[in-house]
């Protein structure tokens, strides 16, 4: 069951940790009602929906996984370590949101999604109310996302910076993208 493919682990996810429990061995509803009573007062955003094939499911999905990981390990914990337990994908997930390789790829893919798609996705439906701006202009985007990956492939740490602002030149001339 183990694999590197990140859409594997988001649907894995899903299946076991949505709250529809759509999946008749998931445990989002056991799952809930444990985050509820034990973490009353965490942050747990929805789970982004895995079914079908969205081309940006793996960052949407990304941010959820990597902020409700430690409640989800600690949640299967209890599951596979139980004396009758017999489930391959609460045991592939077990063992994939604890693996160290695992947690890098959701953040590198959270970190995508909140530094690079969803300000493109923002400029992209939004460039009719820019001034001075319209889809053409996108590629200036583009090349800023560009330069950020050349940098990033030299030097990792560069995605890591907080201060790191990918479409500051846009947003300098932008106020209402700088707004958003």
């Known amino acids: 069951r183990m694999t590197t493919d990140f859409d594997s682990l988001l649907r894995a996810c899903y299946k076991e940790f949505h709250e529809g429990n759509a999946y008749y061995k998931g445990k989002g509803r056991e799952f809930s009602v444990w985050l509820r009573q034990d973490y009353p007062k965490a942050f747990c955003p929805h789970f982004e929906r895995a079914e079908g094939g969205r081309q940006d499911i793996d960052y949407d ?3 959820p996984m990597y902020m409700m990981r430690r409640y989800m390990v600690e949640f299967l914990h209890s599951l596979v370590f139980s004396a009758d337990h017999s489930n391959i994908l609460e045991d592939f997930l077990y063992l994939a949101l604890s693996s160290s ?3 890098a790829m ?5 970190l995508i999604d909140l530094l690079v798609s969803r300000p493109l996705r923002w400029l992209s439906g939004n460039a009719y109310r820019l001034d001075n701006f319209s889809p053409l202009d996108m590629r200036v985007a583009l090349g800023l996302v560009h330069d950020t990956f050349i940098n990033a492939a030299a030097d990792g740490s560069v995605l890591l910076d907080p201060t790191l602002d990918i479409f500051k030149p846009i947003a300098d001339v932008q106020p209402l993208f700088a707004e958003w």
């Open 101 to 103: 390789e695992y947690i």
């Open 61 to 63: 999905a990304a941010v």
């Open 106 to 110: 959701v953040r590198a893919n959270a």
